[in-house]
């Protein structure tokens, strides 16, 4: 069992709006006193200022939900990592299945986003998961560690600063959940994957992603390798999120 202090993330995904983004970090703030893990909103580009306003002097983390791979110039509608770091952001999601799906991203692009967010001190919040037809052609653990592979390949000794995101796709923004066992089984392999990489393995987060709720998320999180989760739907309501955010202890 491991006892380091569990992360949860929200991804607002395409969502939000200056009024309505206010609301919300001010009452996830609110309830944040006793929070046992650490906290973190993905919020859309444009809010980044918005929300790092309100949450400075809170212990609510900044994450953005993607980043380039380049360093700066000709790369039109493009962030880079040093802009996020200008704006306080300490996490990026990068290879989220909607970017991968929507946007034709490689395994070798999500890699060297990784790498450009880890050179600027930005842990990238690495998302790996196999789609409904790859688990039921038996391809689960395949697709996973080709995607993780691509990530550990490019990045070196730094993996051991990434964080991992076991998002299985047939359950994101479907309201179909991972068992806390089958979650489990892919997050065993996801740690052995890394255990190989580097030796900090064990204090790596792992987190799960796909439909976690109030309801589902103390048995997902009570899994020996589940550090934490990245929440969509559910970090959109604050108090949705604040009873996932109580349940990581
Ligand atoms: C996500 O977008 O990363 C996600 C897990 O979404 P949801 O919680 O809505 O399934």
């Given at each position: 069992m491991t006892t380091k202090k569990k992360l949860i993330a929200g991804n607002w995904k395409m969502n939000g709006g200056i009024a309505a983004n206010d609301a919300l970090v001010r009452a996830v703030v609110a309830g944040l006193?006793?929070?046992a893990c650490t906290v973190a909103v993905c919020v859309p580009a444009p809010y980044l200022a918005q929300v790092q306003m309100l949450r400075h002097g809170t212990p609510l983390e900044l994450g953005a939900q993607d980043v380039s791979?380049?360093?700066?110039?000709?790369?039109?509608?493009e962030v880079s990592a040093a802009m996020l770091k200008d704006f306080g952001v300490r996490y990026a999601i990068v290879g989220h299945s909607e970017r991968r799906r929507?946007?034709?991203?490689?395994d070798q692009l999500v890699a060297d986003k990784a790498k450009a967010a880890l050179a600027h001190g930005i842990t990238p919040i690495v998302c790996v998961g196999e789609t409904l037809a790859e688990r039921e052609a038996g391809h689960t653990e395949e697709v996973v560690k080709r995607q993780l592979a691509a990530v550990v390949h490019a990045n070196g000794h730094c993996i051991s600063e990434i964080v991992v995101a076991y998002e299985p796709v047939w359950a994101i923004g479907t309201g179909r959940t991972a068992t806390p066992e089958q979650a489990q089984q892919v997050h065993a392999v996801l740690r052995a994957q890394l255990k190989a990489a580097t030796e900090h393995a064990g204090r790596m987060p792992i987190l799960y992603g796909g439909s976690m709720n109030a309801a589902n998320a103390a048995s997902l999180l009570?899994?020996?390798?589940?550090?934490?989760g990245l929440i969509?739907?559910?970090?959109?309501k604050a108090a949705d999120f604040l009873q996932i955010i109580a349940a990581a202890r």
């Amino acid at each position: 069992m491991t006892t380091k202090k569990k992360l949860i993330a929200g991804n607002w995904k395409m969502n939000g709006g200056i009024a309505a983004n206010d609301a919300l970090v001010r009452a996830v703030v609110a309830g944040l006193k006793d929070a046992a893990c650490t906290v973190a909103v993905c919020v859309p580009a444009p809010y980044l200022a918005q929300v790092q306003m309100l949450r400075h002097g809170t212990p609510l983390e900044l994450g953005a939900q993607d980043v380039s791979s380049h360093e700066q110039g000709a790369f039109t509608g493009e962030v880079s990592a040093a802009m996020l770091k200008d704006f306080g952001v300490r996490y990026a999601i990068v290879g989220h299945s909607e970017r991968r799906r929507y946007h034709g991203e490689t395994d070798q692009l999500v890699a060297d986003k990784a790498k450009a967010a880890l050179a600027h001190g930005i842990t990238p919040i690495v998302c790996v998961g196999e789609t409904l037809a790859e688990r039921e052609a038996g391809h689960t653990e395949e697709v996973v560690k080709r995607q993780l592979a691509a990530v550990v390949h490019a990045n070196g000794h730094c993996i051991s600063e990434i964080v991992v995101a076991y998002e299985p796709v047939w359950a994101i923004g479907t309201g179909r959940t991972a068992t806390p066992e089958q979650a489990q089984q892919v997050h065993a392999v996801l740690r052995a994957q890394l255990k190989a990489a580097t030796e900090h393995a064990g204090r790596m987060p792992i987190l799960y992603g796909g439909s976690m709720n109030a309801a589902n998320a103390a048995s997902l999180l009570a899994q020996p390798d589940i550090d934490g989760g990245l929440i969509g739907g559910a970090s959109l309501k604050a108090a949705d999120f604040l009873q996932i955010i109580a349940a990581a202890r």
